[in-house]
């Protein structure tokens, strides 16, 4: 599997679990991990320490940047980003072929309480709420799967390994098919 090459998404609110999971995708994949935090301006993780939410025009540079990080990699990639609204998903899979979503489904308390119990994150509890507040679902979007938060690890990096290998699959039956149509 590590010869196809896979842009992902691992995304959720603030506490899922998205960077965890997204590092040891990258590592399956033989990839690279992009952590989505790191690419916020200055500005924002101002304004995220100090218990300020984002608004769009904060977020669209950074959705830009991550995007312009992803297509530069020429192997896989696997980025930990909220991508909380349909539009951030749109405008990264506008520049990013081939784009799939891995959503980590959670509880607003569970989120909270995995945030406060956080030692070395900036990102305040008291921000979850807006993130559950901005969050549409990526239900019935094309290259999603859905997980639960609060799913084992190791469950998790089982259930994504096989819808990319069933992706896979299913691309290559199409292409298969195209080719012996031509």
Known sequence: ????????????????????????????LEGDFIE?????????QDKMC???ALCDSDREPWLDRLAERMTTIQGSAVLSCSA???SYRKRLRTRVAGLRFVFLDISFSEAVARVAGRLDHKFP????????????????????????ALQDGECSMKD????????????KKTDEAESKRS
Not at 11 to 28: E, F, I, N, Q
Not at 36 to 44: F, L, N, R, T, V
Not at 136 to 148: I, Q
């Open 125 to 148: 509890a008291t921000l979850v709420a807006d993130q559950f507040m901005n969050l549409e679902s990526p239900a019935g979007e094309a290259g999603v799967l859905y997980l639960s």
């Open 84 to 86: 909380l609204r349909r």
């Open 50 to 52: 100090r218990g300020i």
């Open 160 to 171: 994504v390994m096989q819808w990319l290998r069933a992706a896979h699959g299913a691309g």
């Open 1 to 28: 599997m590590c010869n196809v090459i896979h842009k992902i998404v691992v995304m959720g609110v603030s506490g899922s679990g998205k960077s965890t999971l997204a590092r040891k995708l990258a590592v399956a």
């Open 36 to 44: 989505g935090d790191e690419y916020h301006s200055a500005e924002s």
